[in-house]
């Protein structure tokens, strides 16, 4: 009590109107702008962290890839759920509140995480994160375009898009020093203070706002839609599982997808027919607003899905340690910091549909690149790859915002940004699936193919074995039996590494085709220089 009476005293002190922080001031919107920012980044730091710490964690708790996936998949998937009603929530109880309360689920989630026991009790704690962060994300982002004119809208939300930057930056590394040096609850642990700091900074600087016109809540659009994310998402995780057998004409999966189709179907046709849907998806009917929309979708599925990707193939395949394979991010946050706020001047000054479509293409060539990955691949091939992802990302963030919301009402912000949130989001969940289960399926092909090409009695399969049991026999003191199973071993071994980095390949390609199909709705997107210049 004693601390709310001084942040209350703090607050008052700082609402004079003469001051910076006062709402009218010029700076003020700045103040506030920062203030977002530090959710922001707290938000898209966890939605990457977790890939660096996934394989310290997998070992930790002794689990697979199938299960592993769900620490990840389930944040983006509470995120998805949160996103679409945080509009309403804020229109209810107000931009201030709603923000707020978001922060602080996602502090006290991160305290969850860190004293997880189980790989159960993180997945759950995951979903308070994960809910938090998808209120934090469309509140704070409605917030700042509610704050700032259109002429500056841009910028505004180019520099917005560098604590997305340094999440992507700084949080891999970190997170890898903190597992190196002590353990993986530690990337959690990071969130509690800088929590704090911003809910402190959340009640002493921030304004109350509420639309005064207040929807109704659409109970049955809500329900189908938490019905079908998760139901879909755990279809696709377990139709390759170790635990199922039988793989996608498993009863239980069949069950899963029809589950999802009727959810799906009740939804759209919910959000159609009433008066005040959960999601208005008539904002969709916007074509810049839906083409964008498509594009997030695209985007989501290759971003979040790449990072999910690299750091297991750093760590299993290269043996990097978990600060090593959080060191290779580094230059795309900064790359990508770096062009945000360029790339928001260029929004405001030419056709955005520009630096959006080249954005696109590079980041799709990026992840092509990585298509060719070895168990010999070096360092600086690697991060080639990561520098023209990092420049292509800070090069269509901003013009895909601007676009995206160029036509969009003031009072529809919150609703818009809620849906465009959401299919990002919604992308990077199935892209993580997808990704996932296709690496399942992949691996296990190439394992397949490989050992057919092994044939005991071939030549060539002799004359390695030989080899190897001699080297084995002379450096390491084995006897010829002994050292005729570890060359056998060895041999196997091998395959598997090359058939999982096959599989790693073969991800990469799918999501280098699902990006580079993001640019075809960048086509149909309109942009009126003159509707510009009359609008500001």
């Not at 992840?367 to 360092?379: A, G, K």
């Not at 690697?382 to 009072?411: D, K, N, T």
């Not at 090409?453 to 026999?473: F, M």
């Amino acid at each position: 009590m004693r601390t709310i009476s001084i942040l209350h005293k703090i607050r008052k002190l700082l609402r004079n109107r003469n001051s910076a922080w006062h709402p009218r001031n010029e700076s003020y919107k700045w103040i506030i702008l920062a203030n977002v920012m530090i959710g922001t980044f707290m938000a898209v730091l966890d939605a990457t962290v977790v890939n660096v710490g996934l394989p310290k964690i997998m070992a930790s708790f002794g689990i697979g890839i199938d299960k592993a996936e769900w620490i990840i998949t389930i944040y983006m998937l509470a995120m998805a759920v949160a996103l679409p009603i945080s509009g309403w929530l804020a229109d209810k109880f107000g931009y201030k509140r709603m923000y707020f309360i978001g922060l602080s689920l996602f502090t006290m989630g991160s305290l969850l995480c860190g004293i997880s026991t189980n790989e159960n009790m993180l997945i759950l704690s995951r979903v308070i994160q994960g809910f938090g962060a998808g209120v934090i994300q469309p509140v704070g982002a409605a917030i700042v375009m509610r704050e700032f004119p259109k002429k500056q809208l841009g910028m505004a939300l180019g520099f917005w898009g560098i604590a997305s930057a340094a999440s992507l930056s700084f949080g891999p590394l970190i997170g890898g020093y903190l597992i190196d040096t002590f353990s993986w609850p530690f990337i959690f642990g990071v969130n509690i203070p800088l929590g704090i700091i911003g809910l402190a900074a959340t009640f002493i600087i921030q304004h109350e706002y509420r639309n005064k016109r207040i929807r109704k809540f659409d109970i049955i659009g809500f329900i189908s839609i938490i019905i079908f994310l998760p139901v879909t998402l755990y279809a696709l995780s377990e139709g390759t599982a170790v635990t199922n057998s039988a793989g996608w004409s498993a009863p239980y999966i069949l069950v899963c997808f029809a589950i999802a189709i009727i959810a799906l179907a009740v939804f759209i046709t919910t959000e159609l027919t009433v008066s005040e849907p959960l999601i208005d998806l008539s904002l969709l009917g916007n074509r810049n607003f839906g083409m964008c929309s498509i594009i997030s979708l695209v985007f989501g599925i290759g971003n979040f899905g790449s990072m999910f990707l690299l750091p297991i193939y750093l760590q299993t395949s290269l043996g990097y340690t978990a600060v090593q394979a959080g060191a290779v991010f580094l230059p795309v946050g900064i790359v990508q910091g770096i062009m945000s706020p360029f790339s928001g001047k260029l929004a405001d000054k030419m056709n955005p549909k520009i630096p959006l479509a080249i954005g696109i293409i590079l980041f799709a060539l990026s992840l092509y690149l990585n298509y060719s990955l070895t168990y010999l691949t070096e360092t600086p091939f690697i991060m080639i790859s990561l520098y023209l992802r990092g420049f292509s990302m800070g090069l269509l963030f901003a013009p895909l915002q601007s676009l995206s919301f160029s036509q969009i009402p003031r009072e529809k912000m919150a609703q818009a940004s809620g849906i465009s949130n959401t299919l990002r989001q919604v992308g990077a969940s199935f892209g993580i699936a997808l990704l996932a289960t296709l690496l399942t399926t992949r691996a296990t092909y190439h394992t397949q193919m490989y050992s057919r090409a092994i044939e005991p009695q071939a030549q060539a399969y002799v004359n390695t074995t030989n080899r190897i049991n001699n080297q084995v026999v002379q450096y390491a003191g084995y006897s010829y039996s002994n050292a005729s199973k570890q060359g056998q071993s060895e041999i196997v071994n091998n395959v598997k590494k090359q058939a999982y980095i096959q599989g790693i390949d073969d991800d990469f390609f799918l999501a280098a085709l699902v990006s580079i199909l993001g640019a075809i709705p960048v086509i149909f997107l309109i942009y009126k220089k003159k509707d510009k210049v009359q609008k500001l």
